[in-house]
């Protein structure tokens, strides 16, 4: 293709590809990051190990931070590790990566899954560490622990896997589904390890049960061994089914608000988490399956987060709607972090009314003076040049005049 489009041209060989061109350009891109940086008083970064096919094993960090307004993110470095890999090791290979980039005194937070290493070297780098999101899927987890969900979601799944394995079973339920009006969606197989998975394959196969239905009762499809798997999933099967997406969607919808990348979450944990007190709270019109599940899931979320209630009214909630709700106050180590939630939960206008009015005047007194001291700081620091500025004028100034 480059000898077609101009035979002078000579392109760079993978040695130089891989050997000058790529670090050189890795090397100016890190620079222009760290000057960018400069400008920069407090991050965050999110921290994640994983394991290649080939079983080497890599850690990557990511910072995030506010710029200009906007809130930005970068992949500082993926690094090799081949140590074992205990909290120390860990937590020397973050350090040495995040001070790469000057920024060991600017983390404030850090965002971590909940093994163990991580919590050990986050603990020994004095990071405050979290995952909402990621406390929430291990709570949905625990209903695979429950015998009664286990044996009916393995019904679900075995027709699940043998409508995946067919390249004809995927143009008979279009048929059906169209036949049907239906949404011509794929089934979805649950992967223990992937967020809301099991919630949402019982939420498809819900939702395309009758063309389910239709397409194994198809003449092209039918045979003895596939007929079975699906008549042994009974009515009362379908209504476990219901029930379970019932019960469950709160969680998804939870993780879903707290998984954004490009807008602020954290003003949403307190309030996410009196509504699913409030939702998985067990009460004597749940059937046992349903009873079951709540307890397993709200049962993880508390021995997490260690909560305890402080209950309170609430009469302020969404125009002229009164909820009771009891307050929580997540016990953590750090009491800083547990104002700090609370004063994203205040200033968040969605959740105002969520304090109570004692509460809520002593934090905005706290942001008050908070805000006055910043503003003193910022007027009395000399302004920080931005170094692309003069790149970009000079790039100007190099222009020629047509």
Same mark, same amino acid.
């Given at each position: ?36 940086? !400069?400008?920069?008083?407090?991050? !965050? ?93 291990? !709570? ?263």
């Amino acid at each position: 293709m480059c000898t077609a489009l101009n035979p002078r041209y000579q392109p760079p060989s993978r040695d130089d590809l891989s050997n000058t061109l790529i670090p050189a350009w890795y090397s100016v891109e890190k620079s222009n990051l760290i000057q960018k940086m !400069a400008q920069v008083n407090k991050i !965050a970064i999110t921290c994640d190990g994983w394991t290649s096919v080939a079983q080497d094993h890599f850690l990557t960090v990511t910072v995030h931070y506010i710029y200009r307004g906007r809130m930005m993110q970068n992949v500082l470095s993926t690094e090799a590790v081949y140590e074992s890999q205990t909290g120390l090791v860990v937590a020397k290979e973050i350090l040495s990566i995040v001070e790469q980039f000057n920024l060991g005194q600017k983390v404030i937070a850090a965002t971590v899954d909940n093994a163990s290493k991580m919590d050990a070297a986050l603990k020994n780098l004095n990071f405050e560490e979290g995952w909402f999101a990621h406390t929430l899927n291990l !709570a949905a987890q625990k209903v695979y622990d429950i015998p009664a969900v286990s044996s009916w979601c393995a019904k679900i799944r075995s027709v699940v896997v043998w409508l995946k394995r067919s390249s004809l079973s995927k143009t008979v339920l279009r048929e059906k589904q169209r036949l049907l009006n239906l949404p011509e969606h794929n089934v979805i197989l649950d992967i223990k390890t992937l967020c809301n998975s099991l919630f949402l394959m019982v939420e498809r196969f819900t939702e395309q049960f009758d063309a389910i239905q239709a397409a194994v009762l198809d003449q092209r499809l039918r045979k003895p061994m596939e007929k079975d798997k699906l008549e042994g999933f009974t009515c009362t099967d379908l209504t476990k089914a219901e029930m379970f997406v019932k019960c469950m969607q709160v969680l998804y919808t939870s993780t879903m608000c707290v998984s954004s990348e490009k807008l602020p979450t954290c003003s949403q944990i307190i309030p996410i988490l009196m509504k699913l007190e409030a939702h998985f709270r067990q009460s004597d019109e749940d059937t046992v399956f349903t009873s079951s599940m709540k307890g397993k899931v709200w049962g993880s979320l508390q021995n997490r987060y260690q909560v305890s209630a402080e209950h309170m009214n609430t009469n302020k909630y969404r125009g002229s709607i009164t909820f009771k709700y009891p307050y929580y106050i997540l016990c953590l180590k750090d009491e800083n972090l547990q104002k700090f939630l609370k004063e994203a939960t205040l200033m968040d206008p969605r959740f105002k009314g969520k304090l109570d009015e004692g509460e809520a005047a002593d934090i905005w007194d706290r942001l008050e003076k908070a805000a006055v001291a910043n503003a003193t700081a910022a007027v009395e620091q000399p302004p920080i040049e931005d170094p692309q500025a003069d790149r970009v004028m000079d790039d100007a100034e190099m222009k020629p005049e047509k």
